[in-house]
């Protein structure tokens, strides 16, 4: 469960904390499949960037099953929640099965050494996403649907109760946009995992998520 | 890569090793098959002369490639490399600046004392280059931005190094010429009581970073929220890569194109992006690349020792130039 409470957030800027966003409070529960939405600019990845602890929040709280996000250690929150960027992730002989077994980093040891449990755990995020034919694929041969799948199973292998995607339909067609959010929709109903995506594509969102954040002018929040 | 393959290349490449390590022993401009090992000479040339060269040159091979693969790693770039980034030219000009003095103070000669204060400065030039370059790549994603300051801090050293030449003693000016075209012929056996110790321990530092290198190869901010330390992992590498180049380039003088071409080289060979991998191939092919490099230069001619610089930029050049070309390979 995340709870933001009266949360602003923001960034350091030359001249001190600049403020994107503020008095922002929701609850989000697991199995809910959050839609963020917001024009451009209005703070929807500086809000997802806080939400990860990759920048702190300028006051407020974001709270992780209670506990606060700033008590959370970098293992602890990497068990807790896990993210899907939209950057291009390939080069230096990364196959699927490589980024797909990254997602078990924080249950590891230090030379990186895979037990055979964690490898029976990539073997079925994989299959998860039907990417079991494609493992052994560069990521530089793999389509944008393909890698997006990938970053997600890549999820799965975390073991996250949380995933938290950022403009995860940017690089897609219409048809990948909607296998893409049925494999969302499905995790929350079988996993009960919650689920926050950020889009532009309101039509789409409208059809899969059961809860909606949507950012607007003089930080008012609408939530349903 | 599975267990049994990453086995069976291992051993491939340390028996190349074992037997190049015995040609490097053997062969020079005196083959040791010539000689009595009753004859003083022989154990003169092998434990004097040829042991601690090519000692040197399996830990300058392996601590110059783990560099280039840890930086390049964590630049996420292929062209990283001590060299390239004129981290080894930071060593050099320190280098220059510790042989002047140390020249007009007339302490050189002092037992340990001069090597010591140029290993420290070599260290201590290393060191500075690293963070210049650390903190370029932390104001700019771009790898050609972080390149090109890479290339152009080389040039800012070079020039000052070419000023410091002009204006110093002839005598120092010749100590320095003949360390900066790179030899592995310089270290003792006494030297390397030292240098080796503290380039395994570096080199064993290196293993404990597979875990947190193997996630930084998506990108940082997977790696952070996969639980790396970003900012750890940086002061990590800076720490162990200044150390072992400043090191490795004090006592050899920087070595061209090792620390980038075997990473490369081991990626385009072995197809493997996992570190634990990476580690043992580049320790082993960069002994490969040294000890092939150190037997042509004492092969060519009987009357001369080619400086080791020129044979393996001839090694590590073309490997550079097919990346070039096959820009669609699958290395960064």
């Known amino acids: ?224 | 890569m599975t267990q049994g393959k990453f086995i069976f290349n291992t051993i491939c490449l340390l028996v190349l090793v074992l037997l190049l390590t015995a040609a490097d022993l053997c062969f020079g401009s005196i083959s040791l098959f010539s000689l009595s090992p009753d004859d003083p000479l022989f154990s003169n040339i092998l434990y004097d002369f040829r042991l601690p060269k090519t000692l040197t040159c399996i830990l300058a091979g392996s601590a110059l490639s783990i560099c280039g693969l840890l930086m390049q790693s964590l630049f996420r770039n292929p062209l990283a490399g001590p060299y390239v980034l004129g981290v080894s030219s930071g060593a050099s000009l320190f280098v220059a600046v510790a042989t002047m003095l140390l020249t007009s103070l007339n302490i050189s000669g002092v037992f340990f004392v001069g090597k010591g204060i140029i290993t420290l400065f070599s260290i201590a030039g290393a060191f500075f280059v690293t963070l210049i370059i650390l903190m370029v790549s932390k104001k700019s994603k771009s790898n050609v931005t972080i390149l090109l300051v890479g290339l152009m801090l080389s040039q800012i050293l070079g020039a000052s190094q070419g000023l410091i030449e002009y204006i110093s003693s002839p005598d120092s000016l010749k100590t320095f010429v003949m360390w900066s075209m790179g030899s592995v012929g310089g270290t003792t056996l006494s030297d390397l009581r030292f240098v080796a110790p503290l380039t395994l321990i570096l080199l064993g530092l290196g293993f404990c970073l597979i875990k947190p290198m193997n996630a930084i190869l998506l990108n940082e901010q997977y790696a952070q929220n996969l639980g790396v330390n970003i900012h750890r992992l940086r002061i990590s590498v800076i720490v162990i890569t200044s150390i072992l180049v400043g090191l490795i380039t004090a006592f050899c003088g920087p070595i061209a194109f090792v620390g980038i071409s075997v990473p490369i080289a081991s990626r385009l060979f072995f197809k493997t992006s996992h570190h634990l991998h990476q580690m043992v191939f580049c320790i082993l092919i960069g002994a490969i690349v040294m000890l092939t490099a150190d037997i042509i230069c004492q092969g060519i001619s009987n009357q001369f020792t080619l400086p080791i610089n020129t044979v393996t930029t001839l090694i590590g050049s073309p490997i550079v130039i097919y990346l070039l070309f096959r820009s669609k390979l699958n290395i960064g």
């Open chain 1, 1 to 224: 469960m995340i709870q933001l409470n009266d949360l602003e957030i923001g960034y350091s800027g030359k001249k001190g904390p600049v403020s994107v966003f503020k008095h922002l409070s929701s609850v989000f529960n697991p199995g809910d499949l959050v839609g963020l939405m917001g024009d451009n600019g209005i703070g929807k990845s500086t809000l997802l960037k806080t939400m990860t602890g990759t920048i702190k929040a300028l006051s407020g709280q974001i709270l992780l099953d209670g506990k606060s996000i700033d008590r959370y250690t970098a293992a602890e929150l990497a068990q807790y929640l896990s993210i899907v960027i939209t950057e291009k992730i390939g080069g230096f002989n990364l196959t699927a099965w490589d980024v797909v077994a990254s997602g078990r980093t924080p249950y590891i040891n230090l030379f990186g050494k895979l037990e055979q449990r964690d490898k029976d755990i990539i073997e079925t995020s994989l299959e998860k996403l039907n990417l079991l034919p494609l493992k052994d694929k560069l990521m530089d041969e793999l389509s944008d649907g393909q890698r997006q799948k990938v970053m997600i199973a890549k999820s799965l292998a975390q073991q996250t109760p949380v995933i938290i995607l950022d403009e995860p339909t940017a690089f897609l067609d219409y048809n990948s946009k909607h296998r893409l959010f049925k494999v969302l929709k499905e995790l929350c109903e079988k996993e009960n995992k919650l689920i926050i995506v950020s889009s532009h594509d309101l039509d789409l969102m409208t059809v899969y998520i059961n809860r909606s954040l949507t950012l607007l002018e003089g930080n008012v929040a609408e939530i349903r």
